[in-house]
């Protein structure tokens, strides 16, 4: 069993930048794959980036790449999602998920609960 809690939101004008945490809990974290998930307001959730188990592959959606950066810390059992020159679409609540990898595809067996990012114009 792994839980999974986020941390780092908030507000953040555009342009701006902001780190998401995924703190896991579970021994068996740093063997799963990670990802990155966000849902805006009114709109259904929807892929934003994932980490192999071991970092050496990623994946990221067309509309963050170049600006977004996913990574873990295994031995922190912990993950990150690095965001940079945001954007007023990018407000959603991000939520971090793990478990086998499934790419982009958001069967993951575990979820955290989210974090808000809200930027403004």
């Known amino acids: 069993q792994v839980q999974l809690v986020e941390s780092g939101g908030g507000l953040v004008q555009a342009g701006g930048s902001l780190t998401l945490s995924c703190a896991a809990s579970?021994?068996?974290?740093?063997?799963?794959?990670m990802g990155w998930f966000r849902q805006p307001p009114g709109k259904e959730r929807e892929f934003v980036a994932a980490i192999r188990w071991s970092g050496g592959s990623t994946l990221y959606a067309d509309s963050v790449k170049g600006r977004f950066t996913i990574s873990r810390d295994n031995a922190k059992n912990t993950g990150y999602l690095q965001m940079n020159s945001l954007k007023p679409e990018d407000t959603a609540v991000y939520y971090c998920a793990a478990g086998r990898w499934v790419g982009t595809n958001a069967n993951y067996n575990y979820w955290g609960q989210g974090t808000r990012v809200t930027v403004s114009s």
């Open positions: 579970g021994r068996t974290f740093s063997s799963y794959a």
